[in-house]
């Protein structure tokens, strides 16, 4: 395949030059921080108002991180999209793609490159929400055990409070790899980048929109474990869990989780050859 280096080496380059790029993953960062950083203050002008008490689950290290990374993923998933679905739609029109292909790149070579890409952007992003929440959480809180009212409300090691949540964050890697695919597949099918983003932006929110609807087939949508913004998310039930809410996380969400280790690589696969297939027919 020719030119495979250098056109991932182009690609790696503008992913480091690109200001839309750096500011995202900044803005994942400070929304991950701001958000556990917001709800210590919240807890201190409700403690102080007499109406939360100081040994409340809510104060703990454990919820809150679980909760900023989640906040932190939002901004990531919705960044992804717009990124890898609407720049190249703008590079075409630009003439910009017809650059690496007068370069004697091939247009498979082009469209792999971009998928390395797709691959690489959630877990730099997934980062940058995992590391805000922890510096935050644990600047704010404290990481012992969760108590309520001076009572022994769920123990870290007992209760492996921890260990679901760091369980949660990495089931949540795969769905985001999905999603940078799709959204290149996106990128691909369309001409422009408002009709690639619209079109990914409806399936990420046709779970949440269309659940009762799908019911069981939901799993097999990507966007249905996103960790953000997908309504199965196993760190939205495991950071309620960690606060207190023991119901948050029951047996029966086990066989959601184990299909989840497996149901977002079919659309990674499919949506990679899609995308190599679209390019190569592609008007550039």
Request: hydrophobic share 55%; aromatic share 12%; net charge positive.
């Amino acid at each position: 395949m020719r030119g495979l280096k250098r056109a991932i080496q182009g690609e790696l380059y503008l992913l480091r030059k690109r200001p839309a790029v750096r500011w995202m993953h900044w803005g994942v960062f400070a929304v991950a921080f701001l958000f556990v950083a917001g709800s210590r203050l919240k807890l201190g002008l409700l403690a102080a108002a007499g109406q939360v008490q100081i040994g409340d689950g809510a104060w703990n290290f454990w919820p809150q991180f679980g909760a900023g990374t989640r906040a932190g993923l939002f901004l990531a998933e919705i960044g992804i999209l717009l990124l890898l679905a609407g720049n190249l739609p703008r590079e075409v029109r630009l003439g910009s793609a017809r650059d690496p292909l007068s370069r004697g790149i091939s247009r498979s070579a082009c469209t792999l490159a971009r998928c390395w890409v797709a691959f690489l952007l959630p877990l730099t992003l997934y980062a940058c929400a995992l590391l805000g929440a922890a510096l935050s959480a644990s600047w704010f809180f404290d990481a012992g055990d969760i108590m309520e009212g001076g009572e022994l409300l769920l123990s870290i090691e007992g209760d492996q409070v921890a260990h679901h949540l760091f369980r949660s964050m990495l089931h949540g890697v795969f769905p985001m790899l999905a999603l940078g695919m799709f959204s290149v597949w996106m990128a691909t099918a369309f001409r422009t980048g408002v009709a690639a983003v619209g079109v990914g932006l409806g399936v990420m929110l046709a779970p949440s929109l269309l659940h009762d609807v799908l019911g069981a087939r939901a799993l097999w949508l990507f966007s249905d474990l996103l960790p953000g913004l997908g309504p199965d998310s196993f760190l939205q039930r495991t950071a309620a869990f960690a606060a207190g809410f023991s119901d948050a996380y029951s047996y029966e969400f086990d066989s959601v989780v184990q299909l989840g280790w497996y149901t977002p690589w079919p659309t990674f696969v499919l949506a990679a050859v899609a995308a190599i297939l679209l390019f190569r027919k592609k008007a550039v």
